[in-house]
Nanobody, 115 residues
Framework: QVQLVESGGGLVQAGGSLRLSCTPA????????MGWYRQAPGKQRELVAD???????KYADSVKGRFTISRDNAEYTVFLQMDSLKPEDTATYYC?????????WGQGTQVTVSS
């Protein structure tokens, strides 16, 4: 089982920024889709942003213009730059990588935005 290592979460004031990163602990062959999801207490997990192997990017409406997803194909790493953070962005953020039809999930990193 391949592990995804996430980092960059933390506590920040509203209007601040955080940068999340996610990289596999060991090499994964055939990586195409990479993305970030989040889950707030009492809510369902939702897509934040994703990027296909061809570079097509999609964002949730709630984060458009504030978050930027990017990937380093050489290192199989996906990033999420989060700017102008709001208290409603508070959640556990999970990265996901799809390789050869198998989805690998990170363990989650907590992002807390104080008002």
């Amino acid at each position: 089982q391949v592990q995804l290592v996430e980092s960059g979460g933390g506590l920040v004031q509203a209007g601040g920024s955080l940068r999340l990163s996610c990289t596999p602990a060991s090499r994964i062959a055939g990586v195409n889709y990479m993305g970030w999801y989040r889950q707030a207490p009492g809510k369902q997990r939702e897509l934040v942003a994703d990027i296909s192997g061809g570079g097509t990017i999609k964002y949730a409406d709630s984060v458009k213009g504030r978050f930027t997803i990017s990937r380093d194909n050489a290192e199989y790493t996906v990033f999420l730059q989060m700017d102008s953070l709001k208290p409603e962005d508070t959640a556990t953020y999970y990265c996901v990588v799809n390789a050869l039809g198998i989805a690998y999930w990170g363990q989650g990193t907590q992002v807390t935005v104080s008002s």
